[in-house]
């Protein structure tokens, strides 16, 4: 199981901007591909930014484009959203997860699952 820790939510208003941090427990997210993903009440979790193990690739959901920015530290082991412009529809349950094997595409499909379960995430409240 790859074991992942979400944090740095918070309540933001209307173009402000928040940076989430993913963090592994008892392993290291460097060689390691990264997603983050959304899940709002009563939607389906998306994947909405995604980077290769090497950071040579990264995806991003059309609905975040050009205002996320998926940063990896391979200094302190941590991957980051980078989250500016943000909207109210932005509101919502952020996630990491960790893959060893997939793409960054991949990790950002529908299909994706974690190996083991998904983390407590972290809540995300964009004011208008």
């Known amino acids: 199981q790859l074991q992942v820790v979400e944090s740095g939510g918070g309540l933001v208003q209307a173009g402000g901007s928040l940076r989430l941090s993913c963090a592994a427990l008892?392993?290291?997210?460097?060689?390691?591909?990264v997603g983050w993903y959304r899940q709002a009440p009563g939607q389906e979790r998306e994947g909405i930014s995604c980077i290769s193990k090497d950071a040579g690739a990264t995806f991003y959901a059309d609905s975040v484009k050009g205002r996320f920015t998926i940063i990896r530290d391979n200094i302190n082991h941590l991957v980051y959203l980078q989250m500016n412009s943000l909207k109210p529809e932005d509101t919502s349950i952020y996630y990491c997860?960790?893959?060893?094997?997939?793409?960054?595409?991949?990790?950002?499909?529908?299909?994706?699952?974690?190996?083991?379960?998904w983390g407590q995430g972290t809540q995300v409240t964009v004011s208008p």
């Open positions: 997860a960790a893959d060893y094997n997939l793409g960054a595409q991949a990790m950002c499909a529908s299909t994706f699952r974690p190996f083991g379960s």
């Open positions: 008892g392993f290291t997210l460097d060689y390691y591909a």
